[in-house]
Each structure stands twice: as C-alpha cells, then as structure tokens.
C-alpha cells in the first residue's frame, strides 16, 4: 500500500488521524496496551494508541484482577472507580474430588488492596479506555499495524486505517518507542524476528458462565482431577465462572458451530457448548458443585497455548502482554502480569523520554519479565516443599503454581501460606 500523508481534517477529527511521530505508539488496545498508553500519559509522555478493532471488546474474558494489579490501577487513579463495580474474593481453595485439600487466604496478604477483585475484562477495558480519553489520548479504533520495518536505530511503521471496505488509508508513523501489546499474533514481536517457544502443550478449556445458588461467593475454588485442573470464580448475585480442563471439543460443540475453529478474539459468535456436556463435567471435575447448571448464560471452547517471546523487546520496539507471552488461564497470571508489564515498560519509557536515563534501562525490562515468566511457565523447576508442607501439596506442587493468582511478592507470600517456596535461581541466565 502507498503511504498517504496525515490529510488536514475537520476540528472533531484532528486528534483521530495518528500523529506521524508521536513519543510513544502502542500497538493493541486490550488491557495491557491501554494500562501502557495511561502510565504514559500520566507521566505526560505523548502517547498514541491504536488497535485494528473498530471498538473495545465486548467480551469477559480475563476477569480476575490480582492484588498487584489493583495497586497498579491505583497509581493511575482507577482502583476505587473499578472497586465500585467489582466482586471481592477473599480465598481460593483447593478441591480434589470433595475433598477441600488446600487454602489462600488473600487477606492476610501484607497488600493494600488484600483480595482478588473480579470483574468483567470489558469493564476494566472501558474504564482504561475513559481515563485515557480524560487525558487527551483517545484510542483510535480501526487502525491497524500493517508493518513494522525496524533498523538504523529507528522503527517506521505503517499504519493502516480500515472503514467498511477495508484498508482506507495508510500513515507513515515513526515513533520514538513502539509498545507492542498486539496480542499473541503480534506484529511486533514478527518485526523483532523473536521466537514464540511453546514452553508446554496447549490445553484446552470449557469456559462458561451460569447462574445458580452455587458455593460461597466470597471464595475462589480450584480442583484437580485426575490431570485436568478447572477453576470456579464467583462473579456476584448468583453468577459463576467456570473454567474446566478438557481433552478435546469433541462433543461438546453445539451441531451449529461443528465447523467452526476455535473461537478468536473478534466479531466471532460464542460457540455454545452442549448443556449435557457441561454438567457431565462439572459433575466429574466438582462433584461438590451440587447446583444444577441453572442458566448458562454463555459457553466458549478456548484453547491455552504456553508460550514465551524470545526476547520482550530490543531497541526501540518492545513487547508486553499476550504479545510475549500465554498460559493457562486458572491463576489469571497473563493478563495480570501482563498489566504490571504494561506498567513497568511505561515507567521506564518515561525515565528515558523525560529524565535522560539511558536506553539500556530497557534491557533489564527484558531480562527481568522473561525470568518471571520462565518461573511462572515452569521452566526453572517447581515451587519447593519445606519439612511440613502438607503431603497432598508437596505432590502437586507443579500444577499449583500456574493456579494461584498472584505474582512477584504476592505470588512468594501466597505460596508459602501453602508451604511451598519459589525454586532458589542459582543461574539468572537464560
Ligand atoms: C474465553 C477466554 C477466557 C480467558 N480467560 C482468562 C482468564 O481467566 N485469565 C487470564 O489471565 N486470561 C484469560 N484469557 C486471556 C486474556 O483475555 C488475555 O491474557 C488478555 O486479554 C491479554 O491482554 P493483551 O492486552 O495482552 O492482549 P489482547 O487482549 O489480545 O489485546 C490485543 C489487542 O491488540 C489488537 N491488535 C492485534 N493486532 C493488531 C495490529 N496489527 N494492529 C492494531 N491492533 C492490533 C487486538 O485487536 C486486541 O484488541 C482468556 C481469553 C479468552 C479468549
């Protein structure tokens, strides 16, 4: 496509052309792209954020914010706005069967927002998006990253702007830094040339919401059976998540929908999963659950890959999000991790941009996230038992570890409630 010049438009449509050399042009407008356009603008960096939808998603997906990630959303002044609208979980158990085998308790967590707050993915999006617009950076829907051309110590990118047609127009942008939160088909991370190394099998899930007088709605449950794991979040006034392991969609996929992939983020309609299924399931997975389904309000076969990027970033492009990583959805880790990525990449970039720290401050961005999630993924061994860590724990110390939600220091603390201890790194490497 021929690269147009940003045309002179009308007052109302001035600020939705993008800028050719804006400070700062994120890529994607989920949660994590949008948490990195705010922490931006509030250091007063001049930020552009695009993403190739022509609205927010109007979808629930990740829906379990960490205790970190309400701090963070304090620090750009949205966690009491957010709170207002949020269900509060004050423990995660664990279930085998009906056996209660294990507890995190939130609320001793030494935090300042000690709870999971659960709430809509598109609420969170929403309210991000409204802050963003307050400060003078609206997102500008149906505006794709078309290419990205990164080298000569600069990065050019193209963005193209879609109508109902298609591509309309296409912009030269050349900005300072480029935050690549284009989730897990990301541009970016294709423009860096960074592998996306599948760090275990995929899993698939039943995902689906109901209503129905389940169990107490102030505790978050986990179970295990056999080597399928699934995780049950109230959402408030009788409504739950379920998120439950299986082996394959055969069965499950409602006649309509059998020649459908998988679902993608999108205009895509929920493929309805069939009711018997579910409760068989359910049934199986939490026999404890002794609530008849209710109504199913919606149903989803997604599948989890388990990824890590590479690398996050290198000279003037950088990643975070989806983007440079996946996992399996139990412990909410990759939004909310990716939201503190978001966070941290946005603080550096202003250090740089505003204060003269030198760029190399981005490299330790890199090393410190991949670590993390090498950790998370388990690529640097299990959460280690002590002398009296309960025996059911001790055993299933591996698949607990993606489970539990939360992350650095929370993620420390909440293990050791359950006796366990992050593995000791005794080669920061790669
Ligand atoms: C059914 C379902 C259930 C889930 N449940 C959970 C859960 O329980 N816990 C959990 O942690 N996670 C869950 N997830 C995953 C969670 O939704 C993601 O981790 C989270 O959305 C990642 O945020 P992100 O901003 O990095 O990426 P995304 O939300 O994927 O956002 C990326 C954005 O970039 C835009 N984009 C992509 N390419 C371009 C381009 N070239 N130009 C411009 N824009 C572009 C996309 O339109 C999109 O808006 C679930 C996902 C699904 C589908």
């Not at 356009?37 to 993403?51: N, S």
């Not at 996929?253 to 999963?273: A, C, I, N, Q, T």
């Given at each position: 496509m021929k690269l147009a010049s940003p045309q002179p438009l009308e007052r109302a449509d001035v600020f939705q052309i993008p800028q050719e050399r804006p400070e700062v042009l994120v890529a994607g407008a989920g949660p994590v792209g949008l948490?990195?356009?705010?922490?931006?603008?509030?250091?007063?960096?001049?930020?552009?954020?695009?993403?190739?939808?022509?609205r927010p998603a109007a979808r629930s997906y990740a829906l379990a914010l960490h205790p970190q990630s309400l701090r963070l959303l304090d620090e750009v002044g949205l966690a009491d706005e957010l709170l207002e609208r949020a269900h509060r979980i004050e423990r995660l158990a664990f279930y085998e069967g009906m056996e209660r085998r294990a507890e995190l308790d939130f609320s001793a967590l030494p935090a300042e927002f000690p709870f999971v707050a659960v709430l809509p993915q598109q609420i969170l999006e929403g309210t991000l998006e409204s802050a963003l617009k307050r400060r003078g950076v609206p997102v500008l829907w149906n505006h794709r990253l078309a290419e990205l051309h990164l080298g000569g110590g600069g990065a050019a990118a193209l963005v193209e702007?879609?109508?109902?047609?298609?591509?309309?127009?296409?912009?030269?942008?050349?900005?300072?830094?480029?935050?690549?939160?284009?989730?897990?088909?990301?541009?970016?991370?294709?423009a860096l040339q960074a592998s996306y190394v599948e760090m275990a099998p995929a899993e698939l899930f039943a995902v689906f919401e109901l209503i129905a007088d389940g169990p107490p709605e102030?505790?978050?449950?986990?179970?295990?059976?056999?080597?399928?794991?699934?995780?049950?979040?109230?959402?408030?006034?009788?409504?739950?998540?379920?998120?439950?392991?299986?082996?394959?969609?055969?069965?499950?996929?409602?006649?309509?929908?059998?020649?459908?992939?998988?679902?993608?983020?999108?205009?895509?309609?929920?493929?309805?999963?069939?009711?018997?299924?579910?409760?068989?399931?359910?049934?199986?997975?939490?026999?404890?659950?002794?609530?008849?389904?209710?109504?199913?309000?919606?149903?989803?076969?997604?599948?989890?890959?388990r990824r890590l990027a590479g690398r996050f970033g290198h000279g003037k492009a950088w990643l975070a999000g989806d983007a440079a990583h996946l996992?399996?959805?139990?412990?909410?880790?990759?939004?909310?991790?990716?939201?503190?990525?978001?966070?941290?990449?946005?603080?550096?970039?202003?250090?740089?941009?505003?204060?003269?720290?030198?760029?190399?401050?981005?490299?330790?961005?890199d090393a410190t996230h991949r670590h993390e999630w090498r950790q998370l993924l388990g690529a640097r061994g299990k959460p280690e038992p002590g002398p009296s860590?309960?025996?059911?724990?001790?055993?299933?110390?591996?698949?607990?570890?993606?489970?539990?939600?939360?992350?650095?220091?929370?993620?420390?603390l909440l293990l050791r409630q359950l006796g366990l201890a992050l593995p000791v790194d005794h080669h920061h490497s790669d």
């Open positions: 948490m990195a356009a705010l922490a931006l603008a509030e250091q007063g960096v001049q930020v552009q954020i695009i993403d190739q939808e022509k702007r879609h109508g109902p047609a298609g591509a309309e127009d296409g912009f030269d942008v050349r900005p300072e830094f480029l935050v690549g939160a284009d989730g897990h088909r990301s541009i970016v991370r294709h102030g505790e978050a449950r986990v179970v295990f059976s056999g080597d399928k794991t699934g995780v049950l979040w109230p959402l408030g006034g009788r409504r739950y998540r379920w998120s439950l392991q299986v082996d394959e969609w055969e069965g499950f996929e409602e006649p309509r929908f059998k020649s459908r992939l998988y679902p993608e983020v999108g205009d895509e309609p929920f493929p309805y999963l069939v009711r018997d299924k579910l409760s068989e399931l359910t049934l199986k997975l939490a026999p404890w659950f002794e609530a008849d389904l209710g109504e199913i309000v919606w149903s989803m076969a997604v599948r989890f890959e996992t399996s959805p139990v412990g909410a880790q990759s939004m909310n991790v990716g939201i503190r990525e978001a966070y941290d990449l946005a603080r550096r970039l202003g250090f740089i941009l505003r204060e003269d720290y030198p760029p190399d401050l981005l490299e330790s961005y860590t309960d025996s059911w724990v001790r055993k299933h110390a591996a698949r607990i570890l993606p489970c539990v939600p939360g992350s650095g220091d929370d993620l420390i």
